[in-house]
């Protein structure tokens, strides 16, 4: 990007040389170099690739609280859709249908508290702004979960959750949850 910028700046300079300047109040005329066509080319020098700098951040000054974490402040409920739902691996057992539909979340301190029907709730870890994640036992003891939820504005969430049961190591049970805010609790 750096060349390409250069060689605008080089190709302009050329172009418009500095009777560009002359349009402006105060500014004297200069006069313009002719350039004649030659007839050989003047090779130009091809650098070597160099590596591809990390990107930097667009602003060193910290963001604002809405900015870094969508997160309701407080308890609220939330409608949750569910995709019908892939499975991976082996998986000799037919499709489960996990848990959806309302949905209280609960923020805590470092994360959050997922509570659906199930007799007990998830307790999330914030990774990300605006998003957070459970792995582990599910909480009827039957495998292994892993949640993981991204709020993408404060009215609509999403959430991976995939489900390994214990009678089945090598399955996973794969959906996609939409979730839309509903009230405040």
Known sequence: MLRFLRRALIVSAFVFGPTACTSMPGMMPVPTPTLSPTATSVPMPTLA?????????????????????????????????????GTLG????????????????????????????????YVMARVAPNMYRFAGPSVVNNGVVTMTVTFLDEKSLVMVREFTPDAEPQCIHRHEYAGEFKWFR
């Open 49 to 85: 690739p160099t590596a591809t700098p990390a990107p930097t951040p667009a602003s060193t000054q910290p963001a604002s609280p809405v900015e870094q974490d969508l997160l309701p402040r407080q308890r609220s409920v939330w409608d949750t859709k569910i995709s019908p739902g």
């Open 90 to 121: 082996e998986c000799a057992s037919g499709a489960i249908l996990p848990v959806y539909g309302l949905v209280q979340i609960t923020p805590t301190e470092d994360g959050l508290e997922w509570k659906n029907q199930e007799p007990r709730s």
